[in-house]
T-cell receptor
């Protein structure tokens, strides 16, 4: 079956530091890959996505590249801000599946001023 | 923002009592989902719906039932709540678009405590 493994954290960084959150996956077919973000007390929001190999998703300074050869979709940001403090979830939609997302366990990021 | 509301937002109940959570959408999307979020587990799918009266089980469906009598409403029922069902419950919706990448939009969540 499909599965997502992501760095569990928590991750604590100083403002303007470089961020990487690792995500690897197992899936059949050709999955689409997503990063969702959950700010304190809120639901999940889509941060970025990639639907085929070598696609790069980007949004709000965050980037992730769909690497089929390493089955990875690592999240990066060059300079984090305090406002980036949140929980980040990697997820995939398996090839051939119309509905279901499989999520990683989430990574708590705290950015200190 | 997708028009998704959940009610109630917080609920405390006792073991053995029935509980119904409601998800309401104003977007007329075909697909609706119920997830639970627990520390160390991320989000896990409980049930989903692909149309009115069309529902199916997710990976953690035991102890839960759902109903969808209208496009806009998706109800999650705990017939007899247990302490293991203490969790945060999220509803999600996705577009009825066969070419979409199946982005899901999430509601604000319901925090349920079963004593």
């Amino acid at each position: 079956g499909n599965s997502v493994t992501q760095m569990e954290g928590p991750v604590t960084l100083s403002e303007e530091a470089f961020l990487t959150i690792n995500c690897t996956y197992t899936a059949t077919g050709y999955p689409s890959l997503f990063w969702y973000v959950q700010y304190p007390g809120e639901g999940l929001q889509l941060l970025l996505k990639a639907t085929k190999a070598d696609d790069k998703g980007s949004n709000k300074g965050f980037e992730a590249t769909y690497r089929k050869e390493t089955t990875s979709f690592h999240l990066e940001k060059g300079s984090v801000q305090v406002s980036d403090s949140a929980v980040y979830f990697c997820a995939l939609r398996g090839g051939g599946s119309n509905y279901k997302l499989t999520f990683g366990k989430g990574t708590l990021l705290t950015v200190n001023p | 923002d997708a028009g998704i509301t959940q009610s109630p937002r917080h609920k405390v109940t006792e073991t053995g009592t029935p509980v119904t959570l409601r998800c309401h959408q104003t977007e007329n999307h075909r697909y609706m989902y119920w997830y639970r979020q627990d520390p160390g587990h991320g989000l896990r799918l409980i049930h989903y719906s692909y149309g009115v009266k069309d529902t199916d089980k997710g990976e953690v469906s035991d102890g839960y039932s759902v109903s969808r009598s209208k496009t806009e409403d998706f109800l999650l029922t705990l017939e007899s709540a247990t302490s293991s069902q203490t969790s945060v419950y999220f509803c999600a919706i996705s577009y009825d678009d066969s070419n979409s990448y199946n982005e899901q939009f999430f509601g604000p969540g319901t925090r349920l405590t079963v004593l």
